[in-house]
């Protein structure tokens, strides 16, 4: 499974970057609000520092507009995929940024069926937001599972993107029904690295490793 980090601060892309760990990027207006007064030179910068694909997301909503702002953002790169909002006009630009080459990431999903009409309408990825869905007393994993099954039992191309990922266990689970990608945010990736008994074991090896008497060897010269 493929792991995006859903985040425009690129401090943390780097970090994580250089650990290898990221396949992709997602952001959305929201993210680029909290990092920059310039959101353009942070697109243009994560397009450059990240290999693999960067959802970057319209925020017009109708058709000429969506199309618009779709074909100015492919431009930051190879890597972009235009992220585009689960509507009717999204639905429509979809199709028409796919027939154009132009891959794409629909957003704001929240049932198997939007995700069927997304993948039919030629979506190189659909995120369906599970954490969004637990909030309301849903369970955001049944979605996933559908999903799943549905894309598997008619072979579509669109790559399954858990994206509202609240805690490491969401990723498991997410892996455990076979979606292709997950994206999240870069504190749950941290959480993923880390574990206390990891902690406590390295300090026990490092402990005794300093109780070694480490034995002196004597050298005996002849004359």
Do not use: C
């Amino acid at each position: 499974m493929k792991i995006f980090l859903d985040t425009a601060n690129l401090e943390q892309i780097r970090k994580y970057n250089d650990l290898g760990l990221v396949d992709g990027i997602t952001t959305n207006p929201t993210l680029l609000s909290k990092e920059a007064t310039d959101p353009q030179k942070v697109m243009a910068e994560i397009v450059k520092l990240v290999h693999g694909p960067v959802s970057l997301e319209v925020i017009r909503v109708d058709y000429a507009g969506m199309m618009e702002e779709g074909r100015t953002l492919s431009r930051y790169g190879k890597n972009v995929v235009v992220k585009i909002p689960m509507t009717s006009d999204g639905l429509k630009a979809v199709r028409q940024l796919h027939s154009e080459g132009i891959k794409t990431n629909v957003t704001l999903i929240f049932s198997p069926n939007q995700a069927l009409l997304a993948a039919k309408a030629g979506a190189s990825y659909v995120s369906p937001f599970i954490g969004r869905l637990d909030d309301i007393g849903e369970i955001g994993m049944d979605v996933i599972r559908d999903i799943v099954l549905i894309f598997k039992n008619y072979s579509y191309e669109a790559e399954v993107l858990v994206a509202s990922v609240r805690h490491p266990l969401h990723v498991i689970d997410a892996a455990k029904l076979g979606a292709h990608v997950v994206t999240l945010p870069p504190d749950v990736l941290g959480k993923m690295i880390n574990h206390p008994l990891t902690d406590i074991g390295l300090a026990r090896f490092l402990e005794d490793w300093r109780k070694i008497k480490q034995p002196t060897s004597k050298v005996t010269i002849e004359s």
